[in-house]
T-cell receptor
Framework: RKEVEQDPGPFNVPEGATVAFNCTYS??????FFWYRQDCRKEPKLLMS???SGNEDGRFTAQLNRASQYISLLIRDSKLSDSATYLC?????????????FGQGTELSVKP | ETGVTQSPTHLIKTRGQQVTLRCSSQ?????VSWYQQALGQGPQFIFQ???????GRGNFPPRFSGLQFPNYSSELNVNALELDDSALYLC?????????????????FGPGTRLTVL
């Protein structure tokens, strides 16, 4: 089982739709949680850090459920420009190397 | 833009050759992490450098090595290239606390170097 797993894609949605991405992690001691966006053949760009209290940035809402070991990303009123691959990433605790572990990514395609 | 730069942007090598990739970190950051991203996969952690020393390593063989310089820039060296080394190599810049414990702060990526091994 991979340490970080995401919904297999691709997701094809119409403009204006609400889309949710889920990501599970297996290491219960994981410390920090992030969502990155990656456009085709480009580098990942940090979209949001994810906190236990949940956080929102415009149309984007991220949630963390430590008990169930999953994080989610909700995109409301999706735009054509939201088309990209969304990567979740989890940090191991420092006594386990502290490295950032990525999921395989979920591709989103928003259609007119 | 993140302020993290990488060079070169593209590189073509043949099997058995050696390659050096370079990364300049964002101003104010002291930690550089390197990742390998194969097509259709998420980035895989190679290693991290803090204060010019390796500070964590992923499941990569010793022919993957690195350096960090006093200005926090970094190099990734790969010896004896194999076909499977073809990938996008990303460096990420972040800030670590002075006690040396790995930072949980956000990491910001450079544009990557696309390596093709023939």
């Amino acid at each position: 089982r991979k340490e970080v797993e995401q919904d297999p894609g691709p997701f094809n949605v119409p403009e204006g739709a609400t889309v949710a991405f889920n990501c599970t992690y297996s290491n219960s001691a994981s410390q920090s949680f992030f969502w990155y966006r990656q456009d085709c053949r480009k580098e990942p760009k940090l979209l949001m850090s994810v906190y236990s209290s949940g956080n929102e940035d415009g149309r984007f809402t991220a949630q963390l459920n430590r008990a169930s070991q999953y994080i989610s990303l909700l995109i409301r009123d999706s735009k054509l420009s939201d088309s990209a691959t969304y990567l979740c990433a989890v940090t191991r605790p420092y006594n386990q190397g502290g490295k950032l572990i990525f999921g395989q990514g979920t591709e989103l395609s928003v259609k007119p | 833009e993140t302020g993290v730069t990488q060079s070169p942007t593209h590189l073509i090598k043949t099997r058995g050759q050696q390659v050096t990739l370079r990364c300049s970190s964002q101003s104010g950051h002291n930690t550089v992490s390197w990742y390998q991203q194969a097509l259709g996969q998420g980035p895989q952690f190679i290693f991290q450098y803090y204060r010019e020393e390796e500070n964590g390593r992923g499941n990569f063989p010793p022919r993957f090595s690195g350096l960090q310089f006093p200005n926090y820039s970094s190099e990734l060296n790969v010896n004896a290239l194999e076909l499977d080394d073809s990938a996008l190599y990303l460096c990420a810049s972040s800030f670590s606390r002075t006690d040396g414990l790995v930072s949980y702060n956000e990491q910001f990526f450079g544009p990557g170097t696309r390596l093709t091994v023939l």
